[in-house]
């Protein structure tokens, strides 16, 4: 059997506050597997439903969400238009934040003077390319 971690081990790991770990059990989405003393114990499991969790909160998804998420089954139509409405999202937020990565990556090697109106810069922020 795999080695338990600790609450503070996970922690670390993951960089969760043992209290935010504690909130996460509370809303169902991880589960310690018992106590070293006084501290919680999980397997090390959970540190990939952990990693899954921070991503899907970094995308946007509430907890409540996840957790939806955690316990669904291909049967759950609804979820599954939830989730492609959110993955358009996400391709939307890659497309303006490459564009903006671009532009700062030019703007850090640029000569214009302002840096703002070079047309280069400019032009990664014209409305009409959101259009394409």
Request: glycine share 6%; aromatic share 6%.
């Amino acid at each position: 059997m795999a080695d338990l971690l600790d609450i503070a081990e996970v922690g670390e790991q993951t960089g969760l506050a043992p209290s935010a770990l504690r909130f996460y059990e509370k809303r169902g989405l991880i589960a310690p597997t018992g106590r070293n003393g006084l501290r919680r114990t999980y397997h090390p499991d959970v540190l990939s439903r952990l990693a899954l969790i921070i991503c899907a909160r970094g995308a946007g998804f509430t907890l409540t969400e996840i957790a939806r998420f955690l316990r669904a089954s291909p049967s759950d139509a609804e979820l599954r238009a939830r989730m492609a409405d959110k993955a358009r999202q996400l391709d939307d937020d890659i497309t303006r934040l490459i564009r903006m990565r671009d532009s700062l990556r030019h703007a850090a090697t640029c000569t214009h003077d302002p840096l703002v109106e070079c047309p280069d810069f400019k032009s990664t922020f014209d409305p009409a390319a959101d259009m394409v």
